[in-house]
């Protein structure tokens, strides 16, 4: 039943995402977001999530620090972080793990941060609750933090309130804040979407560069590929709750393997191109009440065939560090093609 | 006579008014603030071509657009579409006008009346200049519903039954009813997914073939602008730094923001370009830099940036706003 | 996984049970209660002349001698027996309270009509044009939102029976009482439906039809109306409790609809006389449907408002 999934090294790796299942009961029956997600992510990695609206992209990372919104809830499947499992653990437990151990920044910095504290109070607070230090020593600590995600006179702006910060600061004390207790994995969603363009090559350089520092891993999920590009490892692509294909950046922006990656990145365009249309994928996005049989995505398929329509594809392993959810890499497929 | 510009704007400058409440002015002895949405911006569009304004928050393209479709009035400045001027008041010559402009809007979620069937939504220019009645109407819409890429029976259909991307085809339709010559897209994909953003950039360019469109495209995306536009418009803080041709523009940036702009996209195709560092952030529009506005992130700047405002001069690739430009061009001569 | 998936009900009436609201009305047992109550009450009242047994109004069919008898009891001079007793000139309680339910309901329709047409009107005027005329009527809002309304009731009630000739006052009492709690009551629509029409006129549908030129007239009728409608609804189904509950308290305090058409309020007033000296039927019975009345109603524009609020779903 689980999807044969890449071992980076022998250790095991710091998040570890077995056929996650996430469901919402509703009146007309239920509902499945997530379909067997499996995915690791290894120390110090930085494995991009992407995928469209709808694909559960942020549902995966909902499900990890268990914040997922009632109804929803998961039907199945395993989480483990460094070798705990983390999917079943009781509230408080999991509350104690994120900010400890999962740091979070979110699309709107006005979320994380408290508009009725200084930043200093949120810091402080966050630092005294997950580590034994004095309140001077955790004061010092929030203050290099903040210097280093690059807030100018941090000593001084430390005891502003966050709405006197512009909105790419604001970003930039919620990573301090998702990094001050040094947590081994930071979970990002969208954290870039809602800053102008000039700003957020600013923040994804803080991000990349101030969790490297750290030894921190992190998980970026975002709808855009240009910033997975700059700054993730490895990349899943995500389509109607299920993993399409994962694999190093480089090898599955320049040569997907999976038809709908590969039409996914036909259909951005660059500085670069300059063909006058774009490739583009017939038709749009199953609703979760519509998902076809066999593979997800078999209705908008160029490369479709019989076998798609009618049994679901699992992650294959390519065995060089690539995994692809689709049936023309299957072995039995493969040798039908050949011969 | 068909040298004319579809479209001219001159000097169009638009304030708005952000006071506090008159009482707090009073107690608090402050004086009447403004927002300088648009200064002085002036650009021509031809027939046939698809011009582009590119920008970040603040930079007023949003402004521009609806001044030019009458949804904002100007603060000072002219509007001719086709050697007319636009004012915007009324009259049977502007209603004539309007027929010949249309607008397309970013939010697919908002810009269909959530409680009106897709046909009626596509139908209401029809009815509204009275282009056709009756069964015509009927037909009219489902031709239109075809032309978009969807099917006639979907004008039975009410919008929340679409997703975003059929949604935007059905707004494109309604634009296209009133067959107008003029479309003014307000930042059309950026509310979409990528694959359906193709979809929709590729049935503007397919729809503009066909029935000889020009495009005033707005947006903040460069890589959309690059792909779809013939010459590009870049904005800061409400004025136009710069004006080039599309091709050009990516290779022979001339004002130092364009050149910060493209260095902060992202790298898609690993070239492994280094990206240089973009400094700073867009400042407070109501209290906005002395001299050019871009001084205080500007590398390359000098004393005079930060006390005149820089002219629009002509450039090899067409035009920007810059002190550098007119020094180089004064040590040149 | 597709068998999950029931298929959608086709045809007007399967698609309107098959609504998110319907869905909702049927998953809470108060507002099934509360709906069926309201209905009998409301049908009772419209349907009174072919239900009730006597014709309370009817001079002729009144017998003195029947005054004062208890529920269930035969009467100690005629014999004849009524489920809820007779009041002090004898007409029969269950009648009295079937048209006096009649003329509050009407009130209480008539009245929130009112206050919902002249509200949404000068809500939607105030929205949507902004600026000075936005200030004058909100500030008239605010003014009559520092009265209690009975009281504003009360005054205009007054002002205008100084003006009708003494020989139309009962006739008009009716409508005097409905123009009196309508202008005391379109506050609240006014200021809901220019909050929304504020927002929906930014929206982009509005601005399309502007970019067309459509008039501002069927802008604001065709376009934001029906997008502000759901709120209205919910203060509309409040207001018409509200209504009937005031329209009660002027009738109880006397300056409401005449004895000769008695309301449920009037009906309070005349029982109360009669509360201790034995009589408790006559004012019992009216209360309790008075009682029943606003809170059913009440409990079904609790249930609409929670219904449409897209952030508790």
Not at chain 1, 199 to 225: F, N, P, W, Y
Request: proline letters at 6%; one cysteine or more; a neutral charge.
């Amino acid at each position: 039943m689980s999807a044969p999934i890449e071992k980076p090294s022998e250790k095991t790796p710091l998040l570890s995402v077995r056929d996650l299942i996430v469901e919402f009961p509703t009146r007309r029956g239920t509902l499945r977001a997530l379909d067997r997600v499996s995915f690791d992510i290894a120390e110090g990695e930085v494995l991009g999530m992407v995928g469209e609206s709808g694909a559960g992209k942020s549902l995966t990372g909902a499900a990890i620090i268990g914040l997922l919104e009632p109804p929803g809830r998961i039907a199945g499947g395993e989480i483990w972080l460094r070798g705990q499992r983390i999917d079943n653990l009781p509230r408080e437990k999991m509350r104690r793990i994120r900010g400890r151990r999962i740091g979070m920044v979110f699309q709107d910095p006005l979320t994380s941060l408290n508009p009725l504290y200084t930043v200093a109070q949120q810091l402080i607070e966050t630092i005294r609750t997950h580590m034994d230090v004095s309140d001077a020593e955790a004061r010092k600590r929030a203050v290099a933090l903040l210097d280093r995600v690059g807030i100018p006179a941090a000593a001084r702006r430390i005891d502003d309130y966050p709405h006197h910060f512009s909105g790419g600061m604001r970003q930039r004390v919620v990573i301090a804040l998702a990094l001050c207790a040094e947590p081994e994995l930071v979970l990002a969603d969208e954290p870039t979407t809602a800053l102008d363009v000039s700003v957020q090559a600013q923040i994804i350089d803080v991000l990349k560069e101030i969790c490297a520092e750290r030894g921190a891993s992190v998980m970026l999920i975002t709808h855009d590929m240009g910033v997975i590009a700059e700054t993730a490892d490895r990349v899943a692509v995500l389509y109607a709750g299920r993993v399409a294909e994962i694999g190093p950046v480089r090898d599955v922006i320049q040569a997907a393997e999976h038809p709908y990656t590969a039409g996914l990145m036909g259909s951005i365009p660059t500085l670069t191109q300059t063909a006058a249309r774009l490739t583009q994928i017939p038709g749009s996005m199953p609703r979760l009440n519509a998902i076809p049989r066999g593979c997800a995505f078999n209705p908008r398929c160029p490369k479709v065939f019989d076998r798609c329509r009618t049994d679901r594809p699992e992650l294959i392993d390519r065995d060089n560090g690539r995994h692809v959810s689709c049936w023309l890499y299957d072995s039995a497929t493969q040798k039908v093609a050949h011969d | 006579m068909t040298d004319t510009p579809l479209l001219q704007v001159s000097g169009l400058t638009r304030y708005f008014d952000v006071s506090k409440p008159w009482l707090n002015r009073v107690l608090e002895r402050e004086e009447k603030q403004f927002l300088t949405a648009a200064a002085d911006v002036d650009f021509e569009i031809k027939r046939g071509e698809t011009f582009a304004l590119v920008g970040e928050s603040g930079s007023g393209k949003s402004t521009i657009a609806k001044m030019i479709v009458g949804l904002v009035d100007p603060s000072r400045g002219r509007i001719l579409f086709d050697g007319q001027e636009m004012r915007f008041e009324q009259g049977a010559a502007m209603r004539q006008l309007r027929r010949r402009f249309q607008m397309i809007f970013q939010d697919p979620f908002a810009s269909l009346n959530p409680r009106w069937r897709v046909g009626s939504i596509i139908a209401e220019p029809i009815r509204t200049f009275g282009i056709a009645s009756g069964a015509d109407i009927n037909r009219e819409v489902g031709r239109l519903l075809e032309v978009v890429g969807l099917s006639a029976a979907d004008a039975e259909k009410f919008p929340h039954e679409f997703s975003g991307g059929q949604r935007q085809r059905i707004a494109i339709a309604r634009a296209l009813s009133s067959k107008p010559e003029f479309i003014v897209c307000d930042e059309p994909t950026s509310a979409l997914d990528v694959s359906v953003q193709a979809q929709i950039l590729n049935l503007m360019r397919d729809l503009q073939d066909e029935f000889g469109l020009t495009y005033l495209l707005i947006s903040h995306d460069l890589s959309v602008v690059r792909h779809m536009a013939n010459r590009i418009g870049v904005l800061y803080l409400g004025r136009l730094v710069e004006e080039a041709d599309a091709k050009r523009l990516f290779t022979e940036p001339q004002h130092p923001y364009t050149r910060m702009l493209l260095d902060a996209v992202p790298d898609l195709a690993l070239s492994g370009r280094r990206r240089k560092p973009v400094t700073g952030e867009i400042p407070n529009p109501i209290t906005p830099p002395s001299g050019c506005t871009f001084h205080p992130r500007c590398p390359l700047v000098v004393d005079i940036c930060k006390q005149q405002v820089p002219a629009v001069r002509t450039t090899p690739t067409g035009r920007a706003a810059c002190h550098l430009l007119e020094e180089s061009a004064l040590s040149s001569s | 996984m597709t068998e999950l998936h029931k298929p959608r009900p086709t045809g007007r009436f399967g698609r309107a049970w098959d609504s998110d609201i319907a869905y909702s009305f049927r998953q809470s047992p108060v507002a099934v209660v509360a709906a069926v109550v309201s209905l009998i009450l409301i049908l009772g009242a419209v349907f009174a002349p072919l239900i009730a047994p006597y014709d309370p109004f009817n001079p002729a069919s009144l017998n003195l001698m029947d005054g004062f008898t208890p529920p269930m009891e035969p009467n100690a001079f005629t014999g004849n027996v009524y489920w809820l007793g007779t009041d002090n000139q004898g007409r029969d309680v269950f009648s009295t309270i079937l048209y006096g339910a009649r003329i509050s309901l009407f009130v209480g329709f008539a009245a929130v009509l009112f206050a919902m047409t002249l509200g949404i009107t000068l809500g939607l005027i105030a929205g949507y044009r902004g600026g000075w005329v936005d200030s004058l009527l909100m500030r008239v809002a605010d003014v009559q939102l520092t009265f209690p309304s009975i009281l504003l009731a009360l005054l205009i009630f007054g002002v205008a029976r100084g003006f009708i000739p003494p020989a139309y006052r009962e006739a008009m009492a009716i409508w005097v009482l409905i123009v009196a709690i309508g202008l005391s009551e379109w506050v609240q629509y006014a200021r809901v439906v220019r909050g929304a029409t504020m927002v929906e006129k930014n929206k982009e549908y509005v601005q399309a039809a502007r970019v067309i030129g459509a008039h501002p007239v069927k802008i604001l009728l065709r376009h934001i109306l029906p997008n502000v409608m759901g709120p209205v609804l919910v203060i509309a189904t409040i207001g018409l409790a509200l209504a009937i509950i005031a329209e009660a308290t002027l009738s109880f305090l006397g300056v409401g609809v005449p004895p000769t058409q008695p309301s449920l309020g009037t009906l309070i007033r005349i029982g109360q006389q009669y509360l201790f000296s034995g009589e408790w039927w006559i004012l019992l019975f009216p209360s309790i449907t008075l009682l029943a009345l606003a809170l059913s109603v009440n409990l079904l524009g609790d249930w609409l408002r929670d219904a449409l609020n897209p952030r508790l779903r």
